[in-house]
């Protein structure tokens, strides 16, 4: 880790940035795409939708600042003009997906990361990359600093996630080394928050879509593995403090909130929060399962001043009212049906500053 300076620093009479998200329109990209507009940021977000989806930003689609553009970043992708920053973000987070296609998502991965790292370098820009807890695999030690290699299996189910951001890292340091980028690395541990999607098998949601139903609540294995979850709020406020960093703090940085609890206290806590009477289903542990997961986040508190301020208790109460109301919304909407990923490409920019080819 590289990290030579405090990033201590005012926020007033920082320059307007032009960043391209991709991933732009997933549960973490969209979070990100507000809070830089927020700031007075431009906004290109690139997504080829398969896990996301054209919800998350259609409040964005009429901003000034904002430009959405389909694309797969296993392809390269060209952009007319300048770009401050790169936000990777690009790439199916869930188990559920990112195990569909496994192949796919060992490219988008690497191939993603190379050519977004070779638009970076043409454009002279900041790359920031979404890397993952998941580097440390099923880790020998708790909780887990920056400096811990890693326990990871080359050949199971979650390698071809684990791995493929693994090389990422690698090819992200390579391209400092070689050719001087200004990079940034980001771990990302288990985020919450609006906006997950209710069907990609992740514990929180899963855990209050079905309380909210009244189904049973699904515990894989014991209910002792523990996570760590971090409110998507937080966890952006740490992307945009990394991104801005000075050139020097490269991390990598892990980000996510130290607050450990298993997952059956989780269920706990989200049938407490949702007021459900659903009861607890215990089945099998998927391979390759962590044991337990907790960041240690004392060097993004110290180089980036980060940390996370959103209590599980809050949080899920923030999640649980917004699949509530997108549970509401499609009993509301069902007879119409009408699919979101009819919008393509959306730019109310008269000059189309960004294309794909
Ligand atoms: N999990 C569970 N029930 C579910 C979904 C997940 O018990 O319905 C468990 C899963 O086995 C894991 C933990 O919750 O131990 C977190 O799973 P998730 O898929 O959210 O994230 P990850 O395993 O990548 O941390």
Known sequence: MTVQFSIAHARSGRPVHRNLITGGAGFIGSHLCDLL?????????????STSSMRNVRPLL?????????????????????????????????PRHY????????KTNVLGALNLL???????????QASTSEVYGDPEI???????????????????????KRAAETLIFDYRRVYGLEVKVARIFNTYGPRMLEDDGRVVSNFIVQALHGRPITIYGTGKQTRSFCFVDDLV???EKLMESPPAVTGPFNLGNPHEITIEAIAREVLACTNSLSRLQFKPLPQDDPKRRKPVIAAAEQWLGWRPRVTLKDGLAATVAYFTLRMADRAASAPSGGSTRKVRRFSPNPLNLAHER
Do not use: W
């Open 237 to 239: 406020r740490g992307l």
């Open 118 to 128: 070779e638009l970076s370098r043409k454009k002279s820009c900041r790359f920031l």
């Open 142 to 164: 708790h909780p887990q600093p920056e400096s811990y290699a890693g326990s990871v299996s080359t050949t199971g189910p979650r390698a071809c996630y684990d791995e493929g």
């Open 37 to 49: 507009l927020q700031r007075g940021d431009a906004v290109i977000c690139a997504d080829n939708l």
């Open 62 to 94: 009429n901003h000034p600042n904002f430009q959405f553009i389909e694309h797969d970043i296993r392809q390269p992708l060209h952009i007319d003009g300048s770009i401050d920053r790169i936000y990777n973000l690009a790439c199916p987070a869930s």
């Open 99 to 106: 195990q569909r296609d496994p192949i796919g998502t060992m």
